[in-house]
Nanobody
Framework: QVQLVESGGGLVQAGGSLRLSCAAS????????MGWYRQAPGKQRELVAV???????NYADSVKGRFTISRDNAKNTVYLQMNSLKPEDTAVYYC?????????WGWGTQVTVSS
C-alpha cells in the first residue's frame, strides 16, 4: 500500500510561483512513474506533468515552459515548480504514483491564482 501526501498549495497572484511536493510512504517501495494532475471546478481531471523513475518527462502543452517537474527517488518524492501562474491554473492538484502495476492518488492540494 502507498500513501501520498501533497503540500505546497495556496493562494497566489497571477505571475507568481508555487512549489508543490508529494511524498510517498509505505513498505518496500519502488515507485515507478510519478506525476501531477489537476481538476478545476466543472472540468475533468487532466494531466499536468509526469516523470518516470529514469527521468523521462512529459508536460501538458498548457504548462510547458512555466512548470517544472522533478523527483527524488531516494525520498520517493515528486515536486512541481510552478512559475508564471495564471488564473486558469486554479485547480485542485493531485499527485499520482505507480507501484506494482497500481496507481495511487493523493488527496489533493488547492492552488488558487488570483487575477
Amino acid at each position: 500500500q502507498v500513501q501520498l501526501v501533497e503540500s505546497g498549495g495556496g493562494l497566489v497572484q497571477a505571475g507568481g510561483s508555487l512549489r508543490l511536493s508529494c511524498a510517498a510512504s509505505g513498505s518496500n517501495l519502488y515507485i515507478n512513474g510519478m506525476g501531477w494532475y489537476r481538476q478545476a471546478p466543472g472540468k475533468q481531471r487532466e494531466l499536468v506533468a509526469v516523470i518516470s523513475r529514469g527521468g523521462t518527462i512529459n508536460y501538458a502543452d498548457s504548462v510547458k515552459g512555466r512548470f517544472t517537474i522533478s523527483r527524488d527517488n531516494a525520498k520517493n518524492t515528486v515536486y512541481l515548480q510552478m512559475n508564471s501562474l495564471k488564473p486558469e491554473d486554479t485547480a485542485v492538484y493531485y499527485c499520482q504514483a505507480g507501484w506494482r502495476a497500481n496507481a495511487y492518488w493523493g488527496w489533493g492540494t488547492q492552488v488558487t491564482v488570483s487575477s
